[in-house]
């Protein structure tokens, strides 16, 4: 009762109040969709110097085996080449679930390997393998049974802010669901080196290798930016007309 009393009284502050919480609402959102847009085009920035590095470090001469490990830990290790020799393990497989390529869904097999007995293993990436009908079995793999010399480009997945344990699952091949470094090196009891070499040929085996260093490219985020923009002029054109109708229909 006391609140209506009040509105009752003294209406005009109820009528300023609503108008400041509309101005104050709409100018936020029109600010934040600007935001956004040049957010994106700090990404495509982001992107762009990240593909200039990529090309630079996929020119130069392949790192040896030490020269990786003594990188600083920091330091994204994404589009070096590396050159070294493998030899198999026990031909424990990895299976890294939900991959996609080509339009179709599988797993990317990763096998561990010794590059010096007193050095982290390496995981060596052995190829896209698309998923069987049933999910219960797993598909079969070939592992590399043999010593090899191996040249190719280290990656290193980024980490899902929404879950990155590693989920691992009984048996080999071992079903995994993120590629934690960490907690694999805890399951074999084991160091295991921070990035993943793939191969530009592996005796033996003919898997695919998909590649995609960066997730989105600079032109993608670009058009985002682009369409953050639309929409907020879209929305400021949106206001200014609604404005305009209630001055004429007062006006009248």
Do not use: C
């Not at 052995?126 to 990656?155: E, H, N």
């Not at 960490?182 to 040929?201: F, K, T, W």
């Not at 997730?215 to 879209?234: D, E, I, N």
């Amino acid at each position: 009762m006391k609140t209506n009393n009040v509105f009752i009284r003294y209406p005009q502050l109820y009528l300023v109040g609503s108008r400041g919480l509309l101005i104050i609402v709409t100018v936020s959102l029109f600010l934040f969709l600007v935001k956004l847009g040049f957010w994106q085009l700090s990404r495509a920035e982001e992107k762009e110097l990240w593909q200039t590095q990529l090309t630079s470090r996929q020119a130069a001469a392949p790192l040896s085996y030490v020269e990786l490990l003594s990188l600083p830990k920091t330091e994204s290790l994404t589009g070096y080449r590396l050159t070294v020799t493998a030899h198999p393990l026990a031909e424990q497989v990895f299976l890294l679930d939900n991959q996609i390529f080509n339009g179709r869904v599988g797993y990317l097999a990763l096998q561990l390997m010794e590059i010096s007995p007193d050095k982290p293993w390496l995981l060596i990436e052995l190829g896209f393998i698309p998923v069987t009908a049933d999910r219960s079995s797993l598909p079969s793999i070939k592992p590399i049974t043999m010593t090899q010399s191996l040249t190719g480009r280290l990656y290193q997945k980024q980490s899902n802010p929404m879950s990155s344990a590693l989920m691992a699952e009984p048996g080999w091949p071992k079903r995994i669901q993120n590629l934690n470094v960490g907690e694999m090196s805890q399951l074999v009891n084991h160091p295991i080196a921070a990035a993943v070499l793939q191969p530009e040929q592996i005796k033996g085996i003919e898997l695919p290798h998909p590649w995609k260093p960066i997730p989105l490219s600079a032109q993608k985020h670009r058009g985002y930016a682009l369409q953050w923009f639309s929409m907020a002029f879209a929305f400021a054109i949106l206001v200014l007309f609604f404005i305009y109708s209630r001055k004429r229909r007062k006006n009248r």
